[in-house]
């Protein structure tokens, strides 16, 4: 009798570690979307009103452009600029203006035009030796839907900074993505793809840097 209670004690430790381990996962990241022009690090750029961390997810969307300005210092675990359901327009803009933003999550990844039924259009701009360092894939033209999705970066400025654990240029069905490089430094430890689709395509335009 004595074992067979202690048997039972140890499951019920286990089944309730895997319970708190379950809930931990599923509340991981949080969901902020900016659908207005604003600062990032304003937190009535954002809804919820907040900021969004390291463990969250950032969308940019309906047309809203959210600028991280002037040495200031962010962080996030993921994002998604221009794409559908957020507001009434599928587009959005990055600004990096001076600033650094780092994408340090550990699942997620840059996506930039989050395709779907209708045209989507997202944009990052990094000028002033603004830094974008990103620790997982930066995703130009994510794609994925079945209208077009187009993905811009724009770099501008002798210092200014992007850098991915990998880089696709039109990375899913019916994408494209493209690259303005007319000042900076793009770098990636691992792949850089132009058109990783069959129905994407990759373009680059350099004019400096």
Known sequence: MIHAHTSIGKFSLIALALIVAMVGTSAHAAVFQATSDGDWNDTGTWSPTGLPTA???????????????NLVSADIGLFKIGLEGVGATSSGTLV????????SGTTG???????????VHGEIIISNDGT??????LRVGMGGGSALATGVVRMSGANSF??????????GANSEG???ISGGLVTTAGDFDL???????????????
């Open 132 to 137: 974008l360092d990103g620790n997982n894939q």
């Open 96 to 103: 990096i203006d001076g600033g650094t933003l780092t994408e």
């Open 55 to 69: 463990t969250d997810e950032a969308q940019i969307a309906n047309g809203a452009t959210v600028s991280v300005k």
């Open 162 to 171: 992007a850098d991915a654990g990998n880089i696709y240029l039109g990375y």
């Open 178 to 180: 493209i690259l303005h």
């Open 109 to 119: 990844h840059m996506e930039i035009a989050v395709g779907g039924t209708a045209a």
């Open 195 to 209: 058109g990783n689709n069959a129905s994407s395509s990759g373009t680059i335009y350099i004019s400096g840097g």
